[in-house]
């Protein structure tokens, strides 16, 4: 069973910067370079919307608000994806999900999440 552990968050103040890791591990049968990797986040009452993705061919996609901020990247040899946060807001709080996922799927499997908290 594939298992994603997030690691990272944090309360930073707004304009500061953190770095998301997520270990991945339990991918017995295939490589973790097969995997299409994302991060995704919510906040209470909302429903969980796209930060960052990025294929298993390293093609990158960001959500609209991310504007140029956050940086997505894979250690393929360190089975990790990691989320690079610049300039953030205090809208960017949120629970940070990790995902992973085969083909054209980037969200079969999640992470437990790891909570930003960004002060004004």
């Known amino acids: 069973q594939v298992q994603l552990v997030e690691s990272g968050g944090a309360l930073v103040q707004a304009g500061g910067s953190l770095r998301l890791s997520c270990a991945a591990s339990?991918?017995?049968?295939?490589?973790?370079?097969?995997?299409?990797m994302g991060w995704y986040r919510q906040t209470p009452g909302k429903q969980r919307e796209l930060v960052a993705t990025?294929?298993?061919?390293?093609?990158?996609n960001y959500g609209d608000f991310v504007r140029g901020r956050f940086t997505i990247s894979r250690d393929n040899t360190k089975n990790a994806v990691y989320l690079q946060m610049d300039s953030l807001k205090p809208e960017d709080t949120a629970v940070y999900y990790c995902?992973?996922?085969?083909?054209?799927?980037?969200?079969?499997?999640w992470g437990q999440g790891t909570q930003v908290t960004v002060s004004s």
């Open positions: 995902s992973a996922g085969l083909g054209t799927m980037y969200s079969t499997y």
């Open positions: 990025i294929s298993r061919a390293a093609l990158i």
């Open positions: 339990g991918m017995h049968y295939l490589s973790y370079n097969s995997y299409n």
